[in-house]
């Protein structure tokens, strides 16, 4: 059974590279967008994971006592919530707000 699974989905090197993605402007092989999208996520990861760094450490060294507990309570309160709350919110408040003061223009 694992021969029949691996057989079917065994990768080619046709499916990278030479395929057709996207519209009718020209060739774009799978591999270049692939590498593409794997460089910006890193570069994305790396300048995220400084500026956490960054963050945390004026927050434990250089930050005034008053500043530092007010930021590290929203900093607890976010990581608290759901994501999923977030995104109830912004379904039952933004997008009525959105409509109601933004569609007119």
């Not at 009718?24 to 591999?31: D, L, Q």
């Not at 005034?64 to 408040?93: M, R």
Request: glycine share 8%; with cysteine; hydrophobic share 50%.
């Amino acid at each position: 059974m694992a021969r029949f699974f691996f057989a079917q989905t065994q990768v080619r090197a046709e499916f990278f590279c030479h395929t057709r993605v996207g519209s009718n402007r020209g060739r774009i092989r799978r591999a270049a967008v692939y590498l593409w999208n794997a460089c910006h996520g890193g570069r994305i990861a790396a300048d995220c994971g400084a500026l956490g760094l960054g963050a945390a450490i004026f927050l434990a060294e250089l930050a005034p006592q008053k500043i530092s507990d007010t930021l590290q309570f929203f900093i607890d309160l976010l990581a608290a919530v759901p994501s999923v709350i977030y995104g109830l919110l912004g379904v039952f408040i933004v997008i009525p707000l959105m409509r109601e003061y933004l569609q007119p223009f």
